[in-house]
């Protein structure tokens, strides 16, 4: 069973920066890329941030465009999230997950295409 393990998380000031690291326990197995989630106190989960391994596209929610950044390396199925500029409304915990579904290019921020999940890294951003 492949196992994701989120680290980087932490207690930050607003306008602060941190970087989010996602490995797998097992870097060969296949996926069509990995994305982030987030998910707030009393919140539903929400989509942050994907990457395509094919072509390196990267595709971003509204309310992180311009201020989070995602990377990754295919071979290990590894992924970054780089976090600049943060607010307290970016409070949450932090989820990666491996895209192991490809029904279509337009529903990468769509949790069920995702078949692993970490278990999540907090973020807390003070005011």
């Known amino acids: 069973q492949v196992q994701l393990v989120e680290s980087g998380g932490g207690l930050v000031q607003a306008g602060g920066s941190l970087r989010l690291a996602c490995a797998a326990s097992e870097r060969t197995f296949g996926s069509y890329g990995m994305a982030w989630f987030r998910q707030a106190p009393g919140k539903e989960r929400e989509f942050v941030a994907a990457?395509?391994?094919?072509?390196?596209?990267?595709y971003f929610s509204d309310p992180v465009k311009g201020r989070f950044a995602i990377s990754g390396d295919n071979a290990k199925n590894t992924v970054y999230l780089q976090i600049d500029n943060l607010k307290p409304e970016d409070t949450a915990v932090y989820y990666c997950a491996a895209r192991t579904r490809y029904s279509d290019e337009n529903r990468y921020a769509t949790g069920s295409e995702y078949g692993y999940w970490g278990q999540g890294t907090q973020v807390t951003v003070s005011s």
């Open positions: 990457i395509r391994w094919s072509g390196g596209r990267t």
